[in-house]
């Protein structure tokens, strides 16, 4: 996964806020009122936060002799499995407003490992962001806990994630249905972009430091070749090409 980060300023009147991927607004300053289609209006209260899933663009209102600032991050390259709006009351900001302001000031500096620090704070901010419980909220129990399982051990080669539907006190056939109608991915199909995202990050973080059997071993996957298979499945390129690209920062 990666987050960018940015500032964005409105002055008073309408505006439209395009949404190609999700994102998280701080509201940094102002007041306002936020309408997303089908979804419902939402007030922009100081130092709060709303989610926005992928969707038609957003409206803005802004008062009259107002103006409003939003700290955005637009996450890209991972999965989300909620398609409502959430609105994050100020009280549950704070970790991520300085987060937020952190990541900023990382964008100016030329320090070595950039990108490995960058990457290794993309991962804090999302579990900033789901500790508040904006991704699962709503979500079935037993989706939730499969989930939860899952992330704690999909680096395990060993693991077996049908385990953890066994768990769920559902038949196999009816969780894979329930599960791929809350996410869009079956059970296997989420572990295996869980693996392929954290060798993304390897990827970014040492570059050609580590081989791709290396990097296949420390996200989950015993035979390389299946995982250059199921990268090239997932990301169109191969693990090599998609190094050569996303050459780490020194």
């Known amino acids: 996964m990666y987050f960018n980060y940015f500032i964005r300023n409105f002055s008073e009147g309408n505006h ?35 989610e926005l899933p992928l969707g038609s663009p957003a409206e803005l209102e802004v008062d009259n002799d107002r103006e409003i600032t939003f700290g955005c991050m637009e996450l890209h390259d991972f999965y989300i499995f909620q398609s409502a709006v959430q609105q994050i009351p100020s009280s549950q900001t704070e970790l991520l407003r300085k987060l937020f302001f952190f990541a900023l000031d990382l964008q100016g500096l030329t320090i070595p490992r950039k990108a490995a620090i960058h990457n290794a704070l993309d991962h804090l901010v999302f579990e900033a962001i789901t500790s508040t ?69 390897l990827m970014r973080r040492y570059g050609h430091d580590m081989s791709i059997k290396e990097i296949s071993e420390r996200a989950g996957f015993r ?10 499945k997932y990301e169109k390129i191969s693990p090599s090409e998609y190094m050569n690209s996303h050459e780490r920062d020194d």
């Open 223 to 232: 035979d390389s070749y299946y995982f250059s298979r199921l990268f090239r």
């Open 16 to 50: 439209r806020i395009s949404r190609s991927c999700f994102q998280y607004l701080l509201i940094l300053n102002g007041e306002g009122l936020l309408h997303v289609p089908d979804l419902g209006d939402y007030p922009l209260i100081p130092h709060s936060m709303l």
């Open 133 to 201: 419980g904006i991704i699962v909220n709503d979500m079935n129990p037993a989706i939730y806990h499969f989930i939860d399982e899952v992330t704690q051990n999909y680096k395990n080669p060993d693991y077996d994630y049908t385990a953890g539907i066994l768990k769920s006190g559902y038949s196999m056939n009816h969780f894979r249905k329930l599960f791929k109608d809350t996410t869009g991915n079956t059970p296997l199909a989420f572990c295996q972009i869980l693996r392929i995202d954290y060798a993304k990050g």
